[in-house]
């Protein structure tokens, strides 16, 4: 089984950037695709984009395209996802999953990011 931490969730100025982190450990993840979603007060979680991990190739909702970046350490087995440009509506909580994207299968806890106006 594959446990997940994110970190580095907080509070922003629109504008302003933002860099998550999931700490990856258990079983092995080279063979899967680790992804980050996230779900809005009163909204379903929704899917941000993932990194096929032995690939380093990366797939993005429209939505983040050209704004966020995924990417990963194979070295410290992480999966980072950089934030540009943050709007108020990213404002949610972010989730680092592995397994096979749409719905993968280990989530972790998540991490708070709120976007002030």
């Known amino acids: 089984q594959v446990q997940l931490v994110e970190s580095g969730g907080g509070l922003v100025q629109a504008g302003g950037s933002l860099r998550l982190s999931c700490a990856i450990s258990g079983r092995t993840v080279s063979s899967y695709a680790m992804g980050w979603l996230r779900q809005a007060p009163g909204k379903e979680r929704e899917y941000i984009g993932h990194?096929?991990?032995?690939?380093?190739?990366?797939y993005y909702a429209n939505s983040v395209k050209g704004r966020f970046t995924i990417s990963r350490d194979s070295a410290k087995n992480m999966v980072y996802l950089q934030m540009n440009s943050l709007k108020p509506e990213d404002t949610a909580v972010y989730y680092c999953a592995a397994g096979f994207p749409p719905n993968f299968g280990s989530w972790g806890q998540g991490t708070q990011v709120t976007v002030s106006s």
């Open positions: 990194i096929i991990w032995s690939l380093g190739s990366t």
